[in-house]
């Protein structure tokens, strides 16, 4: 989990990134993050607004599944064959932001 600042992963063509969704194996409703993230912008990031340029990347919501945490890889390539993958450049700057998953408190 990440507090306050920013935090930096420098990344090559071909490297992943995985996100691990929150898990909780006895669920307490009132205390389950559940999360939207986002991929934006510089604007975006800096003022922690997904409307600027952004979209939803994936959803963090759910929190007590069975199967264990969700997890959501990034491949940073430069081409990609799927609708919804994402093409990076080297040498480029990318932000990504979270909001609390809507009617999660």
Known sequence: ?????DYTVGVRINDYLDIYCP????PLPERME???LYMVNYEGHASCDHRQRGFKRWECNRPDSPSGPLKFSEKFQLFTPFSLGFEFRPGHEYYYIWSAFPGSG
């Open 1 to 5: 989990r990440f507090h306050r600042g």
């Open 34 to 36: 559940r999360y939207i």
């Open 23 to 26: 898990h909780y194996e006895e």
